[in-house]
């Protein structure tokens, strides 16, 4: 029987020793994408005496280097994708006592090791399944736009990762699917500040129209010489940030222009919030980026008669807050 998209599947688990692949223990809902190949193959030429080129292929390396998709971001999810990419080792703490929202601050070091933890993932459907240990991110796209009707608001993530190795399994069975919450774009609030003490202190309201925020990790692998064709450690690198943003063209927008041109410090947030846990606070995610303005442009583009401004926020490192982006999970996951 031919393979079918219905049986298409994403499903993970934490590693003890990165690296050391271990059974799935959840599932994740990502969209259905092909498995890129973790191999290439060399052809040699020779002077075979025939009229070929060559009779011999060789694959000298492995690695897996894709990514995964969710159009319909959901809270749950979170906390594995950053702890394997922006920090790793976090214990989260819960916010109410006893209702289950737990808060994961990811808040990288920029003067230490931030220590990723690291997932076996597997993947594929009813015909073929794979896994690939040493699971880590090392980018992501979040993206979302307010629409003007009563249509939906997905939030969008996409995680770069890269692996070891893609080997041939069963799936690990009997895994529920999992109760999530969506991100909402809706719902998506800004804030504009101008020092990470302030961070969060200034609502922005009637500005944000939509949103695409990209975070890099830098984590990477490394290839030494040894027994395994597939890298042996990872190392980590400087952390980036890019986010673009779409305004409503009033008075908070031609301010943004006016920082640009002088190029002052600013200190964004966005926050999303989702339903309460228990009787507790809300599913959150927040993402905090210090940088400047790298390019406003007044009229953009037009929605329904009203003039739009365009404006990209190039991340920097600021001295004085020791910072470049931090972001903030609450969901009810206590461990991924």
Known sequence: MPGERAFIKFQYGKEATRGTAVAATGVMLADPMPIKPDRKPRFPEDALGVRAASFRSIIDQ???????????????????????????GITPTEVTGSQGDYRWDFYPSLTAANAPDSLTLERGDDTQAVECEYTMFDRYKISGAIPQAADGAPVALE???????DTPVSFTGALSLPTVEMLNAKVARFYLDTTWA??????????????????????????????????????????AAMA????????????????????????????????????????????????????????????????????TLHGLYDPTGAKIYQVQVVTNKLTY
Not at 159 to 165: I, K, L, P, S, Y
Not at 201 to 213: A, S, V
């Open 244 to 311: 673009t943003f779409t305004f409503e063209g009033n008075a908070d927008a031609d301010a943004i222009w006016d920082a640009y041109r002088a190029q002052s410090l600013a200190v964004v947030r966005l926050s999303i919030e989702g339903a309460q846990i228990g009787s507790g606070t809300n599913h959150k995610l927040v993402v905090d980026i210090s940088g400047k303005w790298e390019e406003v442009t007044p009229i953009g583009t037009i929605e329904n008669g009203n003039n739009l401004h365009q404006a």
């Open 159 to 165: 995680a770069g990762f890269f692996a070891c190795q």
């Open 198 to 239: 302030g961070v969060g202190g200034t609502e922005k309201t009637g500005l944000l129209r939509g949103f695409d925020i990209e975070l890099l990790t830098n984590v990477h692998p490394m290839f030494h010489g040894g027994a395994f064709k597939y890298f042996d450690v990872h190392a980590e690198g400087v952390l």
């Open 62 to 88: 492995y690695l897996v280097a894709d990514s995964l998709k969710f159009s319909n971001a959901y809270f749950q999810v979170l906390p594995a994708l950053f702890g394997c990419g922006i920090k790793g």
